[in-house]
């Protein structure tokens, strides 16, 4: 069979979605781009999920890693760059991760603006992977559905990672371990479900508006069948 991905005008033809028998994968997963910054949270979630991934379908997964600190609508012109650099014409999905933190709110909403218009523009898919406050978030709702918003919902989500992670027998939640991935993949299907009930509070409102929030699952929900 061959590995290429699917033509980009055939994805949403009807004999590109017939139903796939149970536990019988028809496809290789198309060719994803990850483009993070940070030294820590992000880089090893992903680096581990494209790990997970590339094992068995080599080379689908490309995770970029900008280590200096940069706005989020910067994000995407460093991913253009790369792909026009090294492969223009072979990612089906660009998904650009990036936290509110203590960006402005009009970087962090035109970061979403300008995905969505790449998408109009280029015939590939721009994923603009925002949470709102940080990372974090995602990590929780492995665990427990989450909903309050207040001045210090970094520092709680932290707290609650751990008291969760202890009861697992786990230790105590740090920006750099290189285990979450692993430590929360059986509850994927909960924190997806969570992120989902959270998303749906939050339909009418900006990315900046919309707290706490993440959009994280989109790419495990669209990846978990090849895990």
């Given at each position: 069979m061959s590995n290429k991905p699917k033509k980009r005008s055939d994805q949403d033809k009807a004999?590109?979605?017939?139903?796939?028998?149970?536990?019988?994968?028809?496809?290789?997963?198309?060719?994803?781009?990850?483009?993070?910054?940070?030294?820590?949270?992000?880089?090893?979630?992903?680096?581990?999920?494209?790990?997970?991934?590339?094992?068995?379908?080599?080379g689908r997964i490309e995770l970029r890693v900008e280590s200096k600190p940069v706005a989020p609508s910067q994000l995407i012109g460093l991913?253009?760059?790369?792909?026009?650099?090294?492969?223009?014409?072979?990612?089906?999905?660009i998904w650009v991760v990036y936290d509110k933190d203590d960006f402005t709110d009009a970087d962090f909403n035109k970061?979403?603006?300008?995905?969505?218009?790449?998408?109009?523009?280029?015939?590939?898919?721009?994923?603009?992977?925002w949470s709102n406050q940080c990372f974090e978030l995602w990590f929780l709702l492995h665990f427990c559905y989450y909903q309050t918003a207040d001045g210090k919902m970094r520092r709680n989500l932290q707290d609650k990672l751990t008291e969760h992670l202890s009861e697992l027998g786990s230790g105590n939640y740090k920006k750099d371990r290189a285990d979450m991935f692993t430590i929360l993949r059986p509850k994927l299907d909960d924190a997806i479900r969570h992120a989902k009930c959270l998303e749906s509070?939050?339909?009418?409102?900006?990315?900046?508006?919309?707290?706490?929030?993440?959009?994280?699952?989109?790419?495990l929900e669209m990846l978990r069948e090849y895990l």
């Open positions: 004999w590109n979605n017939r139903p796939r028998a149970s536990g019988f994968r028809l496809y290789e997963p198309d060719y994803h781009l990850i483009i993070t910054q940070g030294t820590d949270t992000e880089p090893l979630y992903f680096d581990a999920l494209q790990k997970a991934i590339n094992a068995r379908s080599p991913a253009k760059a790369f792909i026009d650099q090294n492969a223009p014409l072979r990612y089906v999905d970061t979403q603006e300008m995905c969505d218009n790449l998408t109009k523009e280029t015939g590939a898919r721009w994923h603009a992977l509070l939050h339909m009418q409102k900006s990315p900046a508006q919309s707290e706490p929030c993440t959009k994280v699952y989109r790419l």
